[in-house]
């Protein structure tokens, strides 16, 4: 089970920062990402870390605005986002993809995804 939290509304330019609990597994058996859905939008990756953090990927446009992080003990991943812009706007959802298979990690592809969170709304006002 994942549940996040952390969304709301700013204005551009400000910043938040969102987490995701998980429970009920291992949580250092998942790759963890973060995607979003724009209204009208497909799902879109935006961020993620594998099992143990050693490895990030960022969709192009959150590079250098948005940090991914995970903390194993506390069960819970993190994303700081900075800088934040309208385009940002939308329903931010935390997901979690099976490590243990050791399988090659591909986080864009939201198929790898075992489980969900309900999703967070971020709204981005100009």
């Known amino acids: 089970q994942l549940e996040e939290s952390g969304g709301g509304l700013v204005q551009a330019g400000g910043s938040l920062r969102l987490s995701c609990a998980f429970f009920g597994r291992t949580f250092s058996n998942w790759h963890m990402g973060w995607f979003r859905q724009a209204p009208g939008k497909a799902r879109e990756f935006v961020a993620a870390i594998t099992w143990n953090g050693g490895d990030t990927d960022y969709e192009d446009s959150v590079k250098g605005r948005f940090t991914i992080s995970r903390d194993n003990a506390q069960n819970t991943v993190t994303l700081q986002m900075n800088s934040l812009k309208f385009a940002d706007t939308g329903v931010y959802y935390c997901?979690?993809?099976?490590?243990?298979?050791?399988?090659?990690?591909?986080?864009?592809?939201?198929?790898?995804?075992?489980?969900w969170g309900q999703g967070t709304q971020v709204t981005v006002s100009s």
């Open positions: 997901a979690a993809d099976w490590a243990g298979d050791g399988t090659s990690w591909y986080p864009h592809d939201d198929m790898q995804y075992d489980y």
